[in-house]
């Protein structure tokens, strides 16, 4: 049992099903990102555990206590929304501190909780502002400290970083973050960005559709996907994804695929247990970093294969070279380092890191365990 347990629990529209039998143990001081497409219903799920959306069926509890049906103003939750959600006439501290007013919680109280929220979230020189005072980031600061001073049992966080420009979406991520690893507070965190999801979670769980795909922290999810839609949903570029055939040599089994000139070529797994899908067709995945120079491949790896092959495009990017081939007449991404001599039209000498691929049932899309 979690500290806010999530146990079968569904949403219906009418004859709709748009939650399905949800169940997430989320622990004391854990940082949980539920990320997901548009529509797949992570803030559905946020605003059940909320109080905001009604439950179909299951249970929601909060350290023990089963708060289904339970209104909004009784769970000892607090909500950071995309749109901050300040009164505009109201000054920053005020705003603060309007729901501990609200709750009878007595002045001195509240003062005491204003000084050291707004020290911590470093605003408190901005307590006698307006809201349309501030900037954007200012505005977000001001609707967590909002929910700081109310020291409830579980934070949730809707999109709260939506509104605001990419430079400043960073800046705000590393704030979060630091403020979770000095307060150990437990929050669920609703994101469509799957970086924002990586950088802040202790767990995520990947949902599309209704349904929870994936759950487990951020090397889980990243290096061993449950199936293709985790797969290729979280990373930036994408896992890349190719047809291919498991054949036997030496005892091995090898992916079978083609070059940018349509030879066959083979490519030894690690995973042993793929010599039970000889002769079988498989998806294969690997992350654009697997695939490198022979200088940049990762020198702890036991089985690099080399890979010569015609180069597609190059993009420089600052710091990493992405680099576009052919293979199985797919469009495969590599990512090489900022120095890379490398470009269009040439034969390369790629380093693909086999201990980094991962191979998908093409029927069920379901990774193949080891």
């Not at 399905?20 to 946020?46: N, R, Y």
Request: glycine fraction near 8%; proline fraction near 5%.
């Amino acid at each position: 049992m979690g500290f806010l347990d999530i146990s079968h629990v569904t949403k219906s529209y009418g004859s709709v099903q748009v939650l399905h039998e949800v169940d997430i143990a989320v622990q004391e001081g854990e940082f949980l990102v539920l990320v997901g497409p548009s529509g797949c219903g992570k803030s559905t799920l946020l605003n059940m555990i909320a109080g905001l959306e009604a439950i179909s069926s299951g249970d929601i509890s909060i350290k023990g206590r089963v708060i289904n049906g339970v209104h909004p103003s009784k769970r000892n939750i607090a909500m950071v929304f995309q749109s901050y959600a300040l009164y505009p006439n109201m000054t920053v501290g005020q705003n603060m501190t309007f729901g501990l007013e609200m709750h009878g919680v007595p002045k001195a109280d509240r003062d005491k909780a204003l000084t050291d929220v707004g020290k911590l979230l470093q605003i408190d020189h901005l307590l006698n502002r307006k809201p349309g005072q501030l900037s954007g980031g200012q505005r977000q600061r001001v609707a967590m400290g909002r929910a700081l001073v109310r020291n409830p049992d579980v934070f949730l966080f809707d999109e709260p970083l939506s509104n605001l420009d990419a430079k400043l979406r960073v800046d705000m991520r590393t704030e979060i973050k630091k403020l979770h690893q000095k307060l150990r507070t437990t929050i669920v965190y609703v994101t469509h960005d799957q970086i924002e999801a990586m950088t802040l979670s202790t767990r995520i769980a990947v949902m599309n559709k209704g349904y929870v795909q994936q759950l487990g922290t951020p090397k889980d999810i990243y290096d061993t996907p449950a199936n293709l839609f985790v797969a290729t949903f979280m990373g930036s570029p994408a896992m890349n994804i190719l047809p291919a055939t498991v054949v036997m040599q030496n005892g091995a089994p090898h992916a079978e695929i083609t070059d940018s000139e349509g030879a066959v070529r083979h490519l030894r797994f690690s995973q042993t247990n793929l010599a039970d899908w000889a002769g079988r067709q498989i998806i294969l995945g690997i992350r654009p970093e697997a695939i490198t120079d022979p200088e940049g491949a990762d020198r702890k790896s036991g089985n690099i294969q080399p890979f010569t092959n015609r180069v597609t495009v190059t993009e420089p990017a600052g710091s990493d070279t992405f680099v576009t081939m052919t293979l199985s007449a797919k469009d495969v991404i590599a990512r090489m380092r900022a120095d890379a001599s490398v470009a269009p039209g040439q034969l390369f000498d790629f380093a693909i890191n086999m201990e980094k691929a991962v191979a998908f049932d093409p029927e069920t899309e379901e990774r193949i365990r080891a």
